[in-house]
C-alpha cells in the first residue's frame, strides 16, 4: 500500500514541479524561448524534468551515491533500513548507491548506442536515396542481409568474437540498430529527392553533402525524431537481455537490466526492491517519449485540433 | 423567371480557424438557383467560391463553420436538418464534381466500381442497372469505348476522361444539383474545350441546375446562364451571363475582365547573336524518344515562348539546356562556346548562368528554410557573398519582387500566398544573377489576377536586367502577353517558330491552329461556334 502510494505521491510531484517550472519559465524568458516555453505542453515539461534529474544523477553519482558501487557494505538482502535505504542486494552491496550508479552507466551507454546508430543510419539512408543507382542497391541490400539475422543472434555472434567491452557492446548494439534506421531515412528520403526544390539545388551546383544536411535531412526529421523515442527503448531492452545472458554490461559495473534479474528472488518474498530498476527504466522511456512527441508535433507542424 | 427556386441560400455565414481564434471567410452571401439553370462563380482564390458550393451541400470543411444564414434546398433547411437527411440527399439529389479528378478517384477501384456505389447505396438502381446506366452516360460523354473504359483502373484512363467520368459518375442518380469546383483548371486548353463541352451537353439535356465555380471568365462565360462574382466572401455583383459580359457595373469586376490585357511592348526581330543556341538536339529516356532534332535560339533580353500540349517535349528541352537530360545528339551552345552535355562536366559560372523558375512553388521551395537562406543562398554560392553584404543582397532582392524585406525575410514558404511564393521563386533565380531565367509554366497555377502580377514583375526585370527568358507554357494568352518569339513543339518536334506577330497571323500549321482555337474567348457563343466549325471541318 505504501509502495503504490508513494509512486503516485512521487509522479504527482513531478507534475508540479514541472508546471511550476514552465510558469517560471514563461515568466523570466523573452523573445524565441519564451514562445518556446509558452507552447510546451505539460507532458512535454515533465519529461525534461525526468531527463534533467536523470542527467544530473548520472553525472554526480560519485556524490550522491552512500556506497561505493562495486564494494560489498552489508549482508546479503538486507530490508530497508536508515543505514541502506533501499537495503543490499544478494552478495551484499548497498541498492541505492548501485541505482545511481546505474543511470551512468545504462543510460550513458544506450544513449550513446541510439546516438551512433542514428549518425550512421539516417546519413547512410539519406545518401542512398540521393544518389540512387548501384550505391543504393549496394547499401540496401547489405542493409537486408544484416537485417535477415536475427537480432540477438547477431549482437551474440559480434560481441563473442570482438569480446565484451562497453565499447564494442556500444558498437555492435549501434551497428543492428543502424540497419533500421536506415531503412526508415531512406524510405522518407525518397519521397523528398523527387521535389523541384532537391532539382533546383543540383541545378545550382550543390554537393551531396549540403544536400543530405539543408534540403533534406530538415524535411525528414519528423519520423525521424518519432523513431528515436522508439529506438532509444529498445536499446535498453537489448542491452538487457545481453546482460542477462551474460554478454553485456558485465559485472561488477551496475547496470539496470542485470539488477532486475539478479534481486527478482525477493519479488516472491513480496518486496519490491527488484521492481526499482524496472520503474527506473519505465519511467525515463516514458519521460523519452513526451519529449519525442512534443518534438514530433513541432517538426511535423501539425496544429492542436 | 418563373421557375421553381431549387435552391435559396440566405445570409450565409461561414468562419474559418485561423490560429486561435476564428476569421470569417463568407460573409453573408445570398444566393437563388432555380430548377435547371447553371450559375457561374467566379473571383480570385481566397474568395470563398468553394466554400459557398460545399455549403450549398450543407458541408463545411474542417476548420470551417457554418456560423449564420439558412441554406434551403427545395424545401429542406440544409442547416437544421440531421446528419442522416443530409447524407441521403448528398450524392443522390446534390452531386459534387471536384477539381482534380485524378485525385477524386480512388487508385485502387475501377471506374464503374466507384460508379455504382453511390446509386446502389441510395437503392436508386440495381447493380446491373446501374452498369447500364453507366455504360449509356459514357458515351453521352462522348467517352471513348464507353463498354470498355468503366473496367479500367483510374491511371489508365487521361486526366481528361478522368474529369468526363466523374462529370459522369455525379450524374448518377439524376441530381437535382450539382457542383462543379474548376472542373477543367487542371486540364490542357485542347482536353479543357472538350470537358466544357461535354459538361455543358448533359446539364442541358437531363434539365440539372448547376453551380459552377471557376477563376476563368472565359470558361464560365460558355457554360452559365447568369454568373455571382465574389471577392473576400463578399459578393461584388450578380446578372445574366450577357449581361454581365457586355456591361459589367463594378469596378472590380472591370479589373477581372481587363486582366488579359495585359501585353509587352513589341520589340524589333533580334540581329545580335544567340545568347543561348539549341543545335539539332535529340534526347530519350532510356529508350523513349522525346525530343527529334530540336533547333531554336535564346536571344539577350528577350522572350521566347515554348507552346505545346503535355507530352510535346518543351520542359524536357528545358532539362537538356539546363544539364539535367543529356542529349543523345546535338549540342547547346552559349555564347558560342557548348555546354558539356552532363550537369556534373559544367562549372560553377556556366551554372549560374542558366536559373530556372518552377511551375509549382510549393514543391521548388524547400519548405523548411526561411527565405533569408532560400533566395541567399545562390548569392553565397555563385558570387561568394557573406555577412553585411549577403543580408544587403537578400533584403535587395526582396525589394526587387515587391515584398517587404522586414516583414518576409525570416517566413517560411508555408507562410506565404501561391503568388507570394511564386514570387520567392523569382527572386532565387535572380539572386545567381543569371543571363538566361527558364520558366517552366510560372503561372498556370495561379489565378488570373495573381498571373498578371508575375508577368508584369518578369517583364520589369527582364527590361532592367536585360534578361532571356524562355517561357514554357500551354496557355496562349500568357504567350500573346509576354512572348517575342514563339516556338510550338508537338510529339517531341518543332512544328513553327517565328517572331510572335507572324506565329498569331495565318496562316497556321494544322496543329497551332488547333492551340490557337482553344483558348476560350470572352463571348457566350465561342464554344458553340467552335465546335460547330470543327464538326463542319469533319463533315467536308
Known sequence: MGFAASVIFGLAALFAIAWALRTGARATFSGQARSLAHDIPLTASFGLLVIAIYTFVAIAAPILAPFPEREIVGGQFQAWSAAHPLGTDRIGRDMLSRLIYGARNTVGIAFATTALAFVVGAILGLWAALVGGWLDQALSRFVDALMAIPALIFSLLLLTIFGTSVLTLILVIAAVDATRVFRLARAVAQGIVVMDYIEAAKLRGEGSWFLIRREILPNAMAPLVAEFGLRFCFVFLAISSLSFLGLGIQPPTADWGSMVKDNATLITFGDVTPLLPAGCIALLTVAVNFVVDWQLHRASGLKEQ | ?540
Open chain 2, 1 to 540: 423567371m418563373g421557375r421553381e427556386v431549387l435552391l435559396k441560400i440566405e445570409g450565409l455565414r461561414i468562419e474559418g480557424r485561423a490560429g486561435e481564434g476564428w476569421t470569417e471567410i463568407v460573409k453573408g452571401i445570398d444566393l437563388t438557383l432555380h430548377k435547371g439553370e447553371v450559375l457561374g462563380l467566379i473571383g480570385e482564390s481566397g474568395a470563398g467560391k468553394s466554400t459557398v458550393g460545399l455549403a450549398a451541400m450543407g458541408f463545411a470543411r474542417d476548420g470551417c463553420r457554418i456560423t449564420g444564414g439558412s441554406i434551403l434546398f427545395d424545401g429542406i433547411d440544409l442547416r437544421q436538418a440531421p446528419e442522416a437527411e443530409r447524407r441521403a440527399l448528398r450524392g443522390k439529389r446534390i452531386a459534387y464534381v471536384a477539381q482534380s479528378a485524378a485525385a477524386s478517384f480512388n487508385p485502387a477501384h475501377k471506374l464503374i466500381d466507384q460508379y455504382c456505389e453511390t446509386p446502389v447505396i441510395h437503392g436508386v438502381m440495381s447493380r446491373e442497372q446501374a452498369e447500364k446506366d453507366a455504360t449509356d452516360l459514357y458515351r453521352r460523354m462522348q467517352l471513348p469505348d464507353p463498354e470498355g473504359i468503366g473496367f479500367r483502373y483510374p491511371h489508365q484512363v487521361s486526366g481528361g476522361q478522368l474529369q468526363r467520368a466523374m462529370t459522369a459518375m455525379a450524374m448518377a442518380c439524376r441530381p437535382d444539383l450539382i457542383i462543379f469546383d474548376e472542373p477543367t483548371t487542371a486540364l490542357d486548353v485542347t482536353t479543357q474545350i472538350e470537358v466544357l463541352a461535354a459538361i455543358r451537353d448533359i446539364v442541358r439535356q437531363s434539365g440539372t441546375a448547376a453551380i459552377y465555380i471557376t477563376h476563368d471568365l472565359a470558361v464560365v462565360a460558355q457554360a452559365a446562364d447568369r454568373i455571382k462574382v465574389l471577392l473576400r466572401g463578399d459578393e461584388v455583383e450578380e446578372a445574366e451571363t450577357r449581361q454581365m459580359l457586355d456591361a459589367p457595373r463594378e469596378d472590380y469586376t472591370k479589373s477581372l475582365w481587363a486582366v488579359r490585357s495585359f501585353a509587352r511592348a513589341e520589340q524589333p526581330p533580334a540581329t545580335d547573336a544567340p545568347i543561348l543556341s539549341v543545335q539539332n538536339v535529340s534526347a530519350a529516356y532510356g529508350k523513349v524518344p522525346v525530343l527529334d532534332d530540336v533547333s531554336f535560339d535564346i536571344h539577350a533580353g528577350r522572350t521566347i515562348a515554348v507552346v505545346g500540349e503535355s507530352g510535346s517535349g518543351k520542359s524536357t528541352a528545358a532539362r537538356v539546356i539546363t544539364g539535367l537530360l543529356p542529349p543523345s545528339s546535338g549540342t547547346v551552345m552559349f555564347d558560342g562556346k557548348p555546354l558539356p552535355p552532363a550537369l556534373k562536366g559544367r562549372t560553377r559560372d556556366q551554372l549560374r548562368q542558366v536559373q530556372m523558375i518552377y511551375q509549382m512553388a510549393d514543391t521548388a521551395l524547400n519548405p523548411k528554410l526561411k527565405l533569408r537562406e532560400l533566395i541567399g543562398r545562390p548569392a553565397q554560392m555563385y558570387l561568394g557573398l557573406q555577412g553585411k553584404a549577403l543580408e544587403t543582397r537578400i533584403r535587395d532582392l526582396l525589394d526587387l519582387i515587391e515584398l517587404d524585406p522586414d516583414t518576409y525575410i525570416d517566413r517560411l514558404p508555408g507562410e506565404l500566398s501561391g503568388g507570394q511564393k511564386q514570387r520567392i521563386g523569382i527572386a532565387r533565380a535572380l539572386a545567381a544573377e543569371p543571363k538566361i531565367i527558364i520558366c517552366d509554366e510560372v503561372t498556370s497555377a495561379l489565378d488570373q489576377i495573381v498571373q498578371e502580377g508575375i508577368l508584369k514583375l518578369l517583364n520589369r526585370l527582364q527590361d532592367e536586367f536585360g534578361l532571356a527568358y524562355m517561357f514554357i507554357t500551354h496557355d496562349l494568352a500568357t504567350v500573346r502577353a509576354i512572348a517575342d518569339d514563339v516556338v510550338v513543339m508537338q510529339r517531341g518536334r518543332v512544328i513553327e517558330q517565328g517572331p510572335k506577330a507572324q506565329m498569331f497571323t495565318p496562316p497556321h500549321e494544322p496543329y497551332t491552329e488547333l492551340l490557337l482555337s482553344s483558348v476560350p474567348e470572352m463571348d457566350p457563343d465561342w464554344l458553340t461556334r467552335l465546335l460547330a466549325n470543327s464538326r463542319a471541318a469533319m463533315g467536308t
